[in-house]
C-alpha cells in the first residue's frame, strides 16, 4: 500500500485527507510531486467516469504547504495566502482508470522571494499527468507570513469567538442541480434573484473545515464557482475544465456573502464573490459539455495515441439554463494555510 507524506505538510488533519505521497527536489526550484487519488471521495467524488476536478485542484493546494516547508524553509505555523489562481483540466485525461490513480505532478516556482532564509512570496506552475497522460495544469502566486504579521492583518479575535458569530447555515440547493449527490456537500442557498446564490459555510463540513479557520477557506470558494456553474448549465454532461480567480478580501464567517456568475462568452461565466457590497473574489469559470462514456468503454490510450482535443468550449454546445434555482422570499486576501508546529496534528487548509 502507498503511504502518504505526514499530514502536517499539507495542512490537514485527517490523515485519509491527504494525497500527497512523494516528492523529489531538482536544483532549486524544479520538483516532482507524487500522489495518489481515491476512486470513491465523500466530497470530491467522480461523475460520470471522471474525476473532480477539484480534487486536481486540492492536489496542487497541497503542493503549496508541502514545498514550501521541505525546499523553501517556511516554519510550521506560517500562514500561506493566496493571490491568485488558475487552473485547467484535460477531460480524458480525468478518466477513472481501473487500477490504482497514482498522479505526478511537474513543479516549477519562479519569481522566488526569499528572506532571511524563508520564504516570502512565490509563483508555481504544476503540470500532471495520470498514467503517463496529461490530466492538467495549474499556476498560482502566494505569500507566506509569520503569525505575528498574520495576527495585525486578521486581527486578535479568537476562533471560538468568531465561529459564535458564523452566519447561521441556510438550506441548500437541490444537491443535483449542483453536481453532487450529498445535500451536505451542497455550499449554495437560493436568493430572490438569478445567477446570485448565498454562500453555504458549513463549519461542521469534514472535509472544507478539517480544522477550525478564521475564514471561509479559498477550497471552500473555489467549490462555490463550480457549483454555480452546474447551476447554471445543469445538464449531467457538463464539467467545470478551467477557473482562473484573484483573491481580494478574505471571506468572514460572520457576514453572508454572495456568489454570482454571469455568462463572458461562449462557455465562459464572469463570477465574483462578495460581502459587505465588496468583492472578496473575482475570474472565469469555463465549463464544456464531455460525452459521457459508454459503460465498459476502455480507457483512452495515452498520448501516443490520442486525437488531439480541441479548444476550450468545443466538446459541445451549452446555453445557461432557464431554470435557474430562485426562491420568493482588509489587507489581504484568501490564507492557503497555517499549521501547529510539528508534530502537532495539522494545520489550516486553503
Known sequence: MTGTV???LVHKHAPHEVLLTDWTTHGRDRHTVRARWPRFHTFYASRNRRFDPLLFVE????????LSHTAYGVPFGSHLVWDDFSFEVEPPGMLVPPGPADVVLDVTCRDVRMRKGCLVSMTMHARALLDGRPVGSA????TNHSPAV???LRGEHGLAAKHLRAVP???????????HLLPENVVLARTEHAGRWQLRVDLDHAVLFDHPVDHAPGMLLLEALRQAAHATYPATDTMVTAMSVSF???VELDEAAWVSVRPLRRNVLRAVIEQSGAPCLSGEVTVQAVPVPAAGSPRPLPPDGLEPLGPLGQLGPLGPSDEVPRSPGEAGREAVGAVAPAPATGGRAG
Open 139 to 142: 499556476s498560482t502566486r502566494f
Open 6 to 8: 505526514p499530514r502536517e
Open 59 to 66: 492536489t496542487v493546494r497541497q503542493t503549496f504547504p508541502l
Open 169 to 179: 447555515l441556510p438550506p441548500g440547493l437541490l444537491p443535483g442541480t449542483v453536481g
Open 150 to 152: 498574520y495576527r495585525r
Open 248 to 250: 481580494e478580501k478574505w
